[in-house]
C-alpha cells in the first residue's frame, strides 16, 4: 500500500511518550517559577529603589531634617567610615558570638526535649507547666533577673537569645511528632518496629521541614534578644551601639547599626527559607 503500513502503537510507546509529556510539563512548570521568581525580584527591588530616592529627596528638599530620618547617602557615608575605621568591628563579633552560643544551645536543648515531650505523654503532662509558663512570660519582665544571675558580661545576653529561640524551636518539633502520618506508624508496629527505629526511619525524616520552620522563627527572635539585652545592659554589641548613638542623636550611625541586625535577620532567614523549600516534601501529607 502507498505510504507502507500503518504504525502501531504498543505500550512500551505509549508510556515513554507519556514520560516525555510529563517530563516536558515538569520543565515548563520550572520555568514559569523561574520567571514569576525573577519576577517578584526586579518589583522588590524597583520598590526599594523608588523608597530610597524619595527619602533622599525628602530630606535633600528640606521638608524634614536629617537629625530625625537622616537619608541614605548619609547613612552609606557613615557605614563605609565605620567599617574603615574598623568601629564597628569589636561590636559585631560580640552580638555574632552572642546569637551564635545562644541559638545554638537553642537547638542543642530545644529539638531533644520537643521531641520527648511530642513523643512520650508522660513528658508533656511533666514538663508543659514549666514550658507553658516560661513562654508565657515576657522576656523584657525577666531582664532584671537575668541580669542579677548572669551579670552584663556576654552570657546575659546568651540567655536572652536562648529564651527567644528555644521556644520555637521546641514547639515546631513537638508538632513534627503530632502529625507523623498514622498509616506509616501503624505499618511499622505491625512489623515489630521499636520505638528507636520508627524515630530513624519515620519521625525524624518527617520532623526537618517542621524544625527549619522552628529555626527561621527562632532567629528572629534571637535577634531581637540581642537587640533588647544589649539595650539594657551592656559594654559592647550592635545593641549597645543603638542605644549610645540614639542617645547623643547620631542618627547616621544609628541607621547602620539598625542596618546590621536587619541584614542579619534577611540573612538568616533567606538561607533557611531556601532549606524549608528543599525539605517540603518531607513535610507529612495533610488529609
Known amino acids: 500500500m502507498p505510504g507502507g ?22 520543565r515548563r512548570a520550572r520555568q514559569r517559577r523561574r520567571i514569576v521568581r525573577s519576577g517578584n ?28 530620618i537622616s537619608s541614605p547617602s548619609r547613612i552609606a557615608a557613615a557605614a563605609e567610615k565605620m567599617f574603615a575605621s574598623g568601629e564597628i568591628w569589636p561590636h559585631l563579633r560580640v552580638s555574632l558570638s552572642e546569637f551564635g552560643l545562644g541559638f545554638g544551645l537553642a537547638i542543642v536543648v530545644g529539638v531533644p526535649i520537643g521531641i520527648a515531650v511530642g513523643w512520650y505523654r508522660w513528658a508533656f503532662a511533666a514538663s508543659n507547666p514549666f514550658i507553658s509558663g516560661i513562654n508565657a512570660t515576657p522576656r523584657e519582665a525577666m531582664m532584671p533577673l537575668i541580669v542579677i544571675w548572669l551579670g552584663i558580661a556576654i552570657w546575659s545576653k546568651v540567655a536572652l537569645v536562648f529564651l527567644g529561640a528555644v521556644f520555637p524551636i521546641l514547639f515546631n518539633m513537638m508538632t513534627a511528632m503530632h502529625t507523623m502520618d498514622a498509616s506509616l506508624l501503624t505499618v511499622s508496629r505491625s512489623f515489630g518496629a521499636r520505638d528507636g527505629q520508627v524515630f530513624r526511619t519515620i519521625a525524624l525524616p518527617s520532623a526537618i521541614p ?10 528572629g527572635r534571637g ?25 547623643t542623636f547620631q542618627t547616621d550611625k544609628l541607621f547602620v547599626a539598625v542596618m546590621i541586625i536587619t541584614t542579619m535577620g534577611i540573612g ?19 488529609h
Not at 525580584?41 to 521638608?63: D, N, Y
Not at 538568616?268 to 495533610?286: N, Y
Open 41 to 68: 525580584l526586579l518589583i522588590g527591588l524597583l520598590s526599594v529603589a523608588a523608597f530610597l530616592a524619595l527619602w533622599e529627596w525628602v530630606t535633600a528638599s528640606g521638608r524634614i531634617q536629617p537629625l530625625f
Open 268 to 286: 538568616l532567614d533567606m538561607l533557611l527559607r531556601s532549606l524549608e523549600r528543599r525539605f517540603e516534601a518531607w513535610r507529612p501529607a495533610r
Open 210 to 219: 517542621f524544625l527549619i520552620s522552628g529555626l527561621r522563627i527562632g532567629a
Open 5 to 26: 503500513p500503518p504504525v502501531l502503537s504498543t505500550p512500551a510507546g505509549a508510556a515513554g511518550a507519556e514520560v516525555t509529556a510529563v517530563a516536558q510539563f515538569e
Open 223 to 247: 535577634l531581637v534578644g540581642i537587640v533588647l539585652g544589649e539595650l539594657y545592659a551592656a559594654n559592647a554589641g550592635i545593641g549597645y551601639l543603638i542605644a549610645v548613638y540614639g542617645s
